[in-house]
């Protein structure tokens, strides 16, 4: 069974779909209560950085997943469940603090020479350039592949080791990262078709395999 954490997110209702649509056994928490049984978790998210990490202390998820991550059991962040992974972020003169599982902020797209009318947010198809081919996040997913985004902001990873796939917007981004049992994604695999649809179902075969 994964659980999805629900903290309000507008996406996750689509988020859990696609799981269901990859043979996934899914269950949405609001809580800790009974997340142990659990084979993996997912962390969905769309809109503020903030609202997002003020809404996992309120539900005391914090330390849940703090403690998952540390106890070595399969992790997936999506779009802001990505961000919130990191430090801080800049949005809105953001005070809340990331739950600081990689170093690194949340920094939100610029203009550049190259592209002085960059349109923010970045909304579309866009492709990714798989940096570490041998995540298993990307099993059977071909290099520059394309998958759908919805975001202004992005980390900036202080280890650049730990980036799974990269991804021009203006600037070369991490579109993704992954370090050992923790994997997260800034796009939407919910939103990407086919290759989304085969990333989550690798997800899922990832934590089938831890249980």
């Known amino acids: 069974m994964l ?13 859990e779909k696609a799981l269901i649509a990859v043979g996934a056994n899914v269950r ?24 997002c990490l003020n ?40 005070c809340a603090l990331g739950l600081g599982v990689f170093r690194g902020p949340v920094v939100r797209f610029s203009p550049t020479p190259e592209e002085p009318k960059l349109k923010i947010p970045q909304i579309g198809w866009n492709q990714v350039e798989i940096t570490r081919p041998d995540c298993p996040l990307y099993k059977g997913i071909a290099q520059g592949a394309h998958f759908y985004f919805v975001h202004s902001f992005y ?8 980036v799974a796939t990269r991804t ?22 919910e939103k990407s078709q086919a290759n989304g649809l085969r990333l989550l179902s690798n997800f899922v075969d990832i934590a089938e395999g831890q249980r």
């Open 155 to 162: 980390p900036q990873p202080a280890d650049d080791s730990i």
């Open 55 to 94: 809404a996992l202390q309120r539900q005391e998820l914090n330390g849940a997943i703090h403690a998952w991550i540390q106890n070595g059991r399969p992790f997936l962040g999506i779009c802001v469940g990505y961000q919130a992974l990191f430090e801080r972020s800049e949005e809105f003169n953001s």
């Open 28 to 51: 949405r928490f609001q809580s800790a209560d009974g997340l142990e049984h659990a084979s993996g978790i997912v962390l969905p998210g769309v809109g503020a950085f903030d609202d």
């Open 168 to 189: 021009r917007y203006g600037v070369s981004f991490a579109s993704s990262v992954w370090r050992e049992n923790v994997y997260a994604t800034q796009f939407h695999p």
């Open 3 to 15: 659980a999805l954490l629900d903290y309000g997110a507008g996406n996750i209702r689509s988020v």
